[in-house]
T-cell receptor
Framework: EPEVTQTPSHQVTQMGQEVILRCVPISNHLYFYWYRQILGQKVEFLVSFYNNEISEKSEIFDDQFSVERPDGSNFTLKIRSTKLEDSAMYFC?????????????FGDGTRLSIL | GQQVMQIPQYQHVQEGEDFTTYCNSSTTLSNIQWYKQRPGGHPVFLIQLVKSGEVKKQKRLTFQFGEAKKNSSLHITATQTTDVGTYFCAGYNNAGNMLTFGGGTRLMVKP
């Protein structure tokens, strides 16, 4: 069964540094998402992306965050200047086109640790 | 903005006991989805409910969508240790481009 893949599985970065988290969504999916989950807490929506542009973003997704689909397969999340509170698990998800009552498929996540 | 709340936050049960988690939204939902996250894992889609009052079953799991489409529940009959994990409900906004998760209910099952 096709999967969403995320790299790296764990990223350790110094505070203030830029970090790029990478995702390869399922190949025929057209809607892409990033979520954040602080340890032991709920899954928080960051941003959705469709047709090469952001379709919705949450309050968490401030100017320090950006997303990009640099080629036909990758979907990246960049944090420009990381803060301690950015430490969390970051999940990428994708779903096919069409009605939004279709399930989202999640990757295994990237654990981001800011020192 | 849309808020989705779940209770309880944690539930310890003895294997064989039943378990229920409740989900409430601040706004009417077009549909509701349920996900399960095993410890150390990622959310995995379980089911979606679309119609008012809808009830769906998956083996020992029963999912219900309220008449007003603002609340939902998941009931597990005769829990097993494999049911351990956090169960999240999630609802889309009207535009269908943002999925808001509830806080989750963490289920722990004692063998």
């Amino acid at each position: 069964e096709p999967e969403v893949t995320q790299t790296p599985s764990h990223q350790v970065t110094q505070m203030g540094q830029e970090v790029i988290l990478r995702c390869v969504p399922i190949s025929n999916h057209l809607y892409f998402y990033w979520y954040r989950q602080i340890l032991g807490q709920k899954v928080e929506f960051l941003v959705s992306f469709y047709n090469n542009e952001i379709s919705e973003k949450s309050e968490i997704f401030d100017d320090q965050f950006s997303v990009e689909r640099p080629d036909g397969s990758n979907f990246t999340l960049k944090i420009r200047s990381t803060k301690l509170e950015d430490s969390a698990m970051y999940f990428c998800a994708s779903r096919p086109s069409g009605l939004f009552n279709q399930p989202q498929h999640f990757g295994d996540g990237t654990r981001l640790s800011i020192l | 903005g849309q808020q989705v709340m779940q209770i309880p936050q944690y539930q310890h049960v003895q294997e064989g006991e039943d378990f229920t988690t409740y989900c409430n939204s601040s706004t009417t939902l077009s549909n509701i989805q349920w996900y399960k996250q095993r410890p150390g894992g990622h959310p995995v889609f379980l089911i979606q409910l679309v119609k008012s009052g809808e009830v769906k079953k998956q083996k020992r799991l029963t999912f219900q969508f309220g008449e007003a489409k603002k609340n939902s529940s998941l009931h597990i009959t005769a829990t097993q240790t494999t049911d351990v994990g956090t169960y999240f409900c999630a609802g889309y906004n009207n535009a269908g481009n943002m999925l808001t998760f509830g806080g989750g209910t963490r289920l722990m099952v004692k063998p």
